[in-house]
């Protein structure tokens, strides 16, 4: 039998212990074991990550100086039996342009110099998170430089008897750009759904810690759904004339069906949409994916050369020399057919950065403090992948 | 005699211990993800021997092309274009790599093929912002840093200065710096940014601004 003074004593313990810890490792949602078939640099995930295996991802990811963290192949699988249904070739961000509003200066924040992802620690990934390293031949990071979490993202459904709670993997670096750091964000939800965010942080601007200014996330998505060619570019819009009661939504082929831009009308609801022409769903609806953007307003910028922000989307058929989208104007210039072929979508993802006191001050001499993360992003959700409510009953 | 039967005593200590092992053992340990078997080239991307590859070779191409004019010219980036299936043999390996000539304000985007080591075609782009180049960032921060004004400025924070470099586009084609090679270099020191000096150096014009803070 413990003595009294034992009993003190492990008591004493546990309560001295467990705030040290503040993570209860079973509350973790669960990271799927990776095959031992995985290439380099390959993460595969199931969902639900705990209990019976519903659907899954299989995603690629590089980083690279002048690119950040990047993702270059994401395959989805809609139940345990079926084959993966590619959805991504190549995903990333383009370029990050920052203007400033007095006309000076105007940063490319991405590739204006090597700005690498720096290393990311298990405080940066919480608890929960976990640290890879970049283990290509060539491109070895000696530090951990991106972070994969699996949580919990909320109620998914619920209806009045029952309820069900989603999940999803990020995966996420920070990329270095001088005072500024950005977060690049992919995020892989159980319900086939991909998400694009970019966030700003960091210092403001010497010289300039008070001067607003524009972070324009500049995206470049080849979406290669079920593989290529034979997806069609379409664009979304609602339509609620003034005095009618009544709406209507169509979808017409993006730009007349050839390379070009489109613009996110806010009354329209505006959705570019991504359409496979051969591969339908077990209700034979082709499968498709809507780019939905998440925006507080729209930028324009009329620098010399900066055509590029004059358009929300655009949309191209797929070059491989065609990555820059500060060149997308000359790429759309020969108008070829964005219909039944191989597309790529070009997306802009404006922030306003219009600076207050929470972003720190100069108070004792020196600055002090960092500007709280501004998110800009957009997400990629699928219309008829699956024939029914997925992960439902 | 019968001698005592002994109980093993659990020593305070070594329940302490114990516990305290317990505990750790719930500390987010850094979860690094075990390594995978490497390839040897990866589909995604191009090894250090292929950049350096790709670069002579499309500094060859622009040269036959008659595009090397006097004036400098820097290589700035190598990227591999991803051959889909079936678009390319899966033996090829492509660059796209990237000069920019001051002569001109031009990016000389050139398309290498690896496998033949051959240039295959250049396009040139006037006033595409195009990245600075190690070279060029070292040009920048040499000229600074001769800079008499600066090195005053700066001489308290030698030892632990670090700088950094922004390139910049002009905001008009009246702005006497439309067409020039522009970099914000900024200061780091300790664990922030010098708001003085304000510095931009002119790598065309090999000029060295310092701007009063605000004069943004």
């Not at chain 1, 072929?341 to 001050?361: A, F």
């Not at chain 2, 796209?96 to 690896?114: C, F, I, M, N, Q």
Request: aromatic letters at 8%; glycine letters at 8%; one cysteine or more.
């Amino acid at each position: 039998m413990l003595s009294r003074r034992l009993l003190l004593s492990v008591s004493a313990l546990i309560l001295v212990t467990l705030p040290m810890t503040g993570c209860i490792r079973q509350c973790c949602a669960r990271v799927t074991p990776q095959p031992a078939t995985a290439a380099v640099n390959e993460i595969y995930q199931e969902f639900p990550s705990r209990g019976t295996a519903e659907t899954a991802w299989r995603v690629r990811w590089a980083q690279e100086s002048r690119r950040g963290l990047y993702i270059t192949g994401a395959w989805f699988r809609r139940t345990p039996t079926e084959s993966w249904i590619r959805i991504l070739w190549d995903a990333r961000l383009s370029e990050l342009f920052v203007p400033y509003h007095s006309g000076s200066p105007r940063f490319y924040d991405l590739s204006g110099f090597n700005f690498g992802l720096i290393p990311v620690s298990q405080a940066d990934a919480g608890c929960c998170g976990r640290l890879l390293r970049d283990l290509r031949p060539g491109h070895t990071t000696a530090s951990p430089v991106v972070v994969k979490e699996v949580r919990d993202r909320g109620i998914l459904w619920k209806d009045d008897a029952a309820g069900r709670r989603g999940e999803e993997m990020l995966l996420w670096g920070v990329l270095d750009a001088g005072n500024y750091n950005y977060i690049m964000q992919y995020g892989f939800r159980d319900d086939g759904t991909i998400t694009f965010r970019l966030g700003g942080t960091g210092e403001n601007l010497p010289g300039a810690r008070t001067e607003a200014h524009m972070h324009h996330g500049l995206w470049r998505v080849d979406i290669d759904l079920a593989g290529f060619p034979n997806d069609s570019a379409v664009l979304v819009s609602h339509n609620e004339p003034v005095g009618s009661p009544s709406a209507t939504d169509v979808a017409v082929p993006f730009n007349g069906g050839v390379e070009g831009f489109a613009d996110w009308e806010d009354l329209e609801f505006t959705e570019l949409r991504v359409v496979d022409t051969r591969v339908r769903n077990a209700i034979e609806h082709k499968i498709s994916y809507d780019f939905m953007p998440l925006r507080r307003g729209t930028a324009r910028h009329y620098g010399p050369g900066e055509d590029f922000t004059h358009h929300d989307f655009w949309v191209t058929r797929y070059r491989g020399t065609e990555l820059m989208y500060k060149d997308i104007t000359t790429y759309v210039a020969n108008q070829e057919s964005v219909l039944d072929t191989d597309v790529v979508v070009w997306v802009s993802t404006p922030v306003h950065h219009l600076p207050r006191d929470e972003d720190g001050n100069a108070m004792s001499g020196s600055w002090n403090g960092v500007a709280l993360l501004m998110w800009g992003g957009f997400d990629l959700r699928p219309r008829n992948l699956f024939a029914d409510t997925p992960l439902h009953p | 005699m019968l001698h005592a039967v002994r109980r093993p005593r659990i020593s305070l200590a070594a329940v302490s211990i114990g516990l305290l092992l317990i505990g750790f053992s719930h500390l987010p340990a850094q979860q690094v993800e075990p390594s995978r078997q490497e390839v040897q080239r990866p589909q995604d991307a191009l090894t250090p021997a292929e950049r350096e590859l790709a670069g002579r070779i499309a500094l060859e191409f622009v040269r036959e092309n008659q595009l090397l004019t006097v004036g400098q010219v820097f290589l700035v980036d190598v990227e591999l274009v991803r051959a889909k299936e079936g678009t390319l043999d899966p033996a090829a390996r492509q660059a796209l790599v990237t000069h920019y000539r001051y002569d001109g304000d031009l990016a000389l985007l050139t398309l290498v093929d690896l496998a033949r080591e051959v240039g295959v075609s250049v396009d040139t782009v006037r006033h595409l912002a195009v990245p600075l180049s190690e070279t060029e960032f070292e040009n920048a921060r040499r000229l600074a840093l001769a800079d008499d004004r600066l090195a005053r400025i700066l001489a308290p924070y030698e030892s632990e200065l670090r700088v950094e470099a922004l390139l910049t586009q002009a905001q008009s084609t009246d702005d006497p710096w439309y067409g020039h090679r522009v970099v914000r270099l900024l200061f780091h020191v300790g664990t922030g940014y010098l708001d003085e000096p304000v510095v931009y150096v002119d790598l065309t014009a090999e000029d060295v601004i310092i701007e009063e803070p605000g004069a943004l």
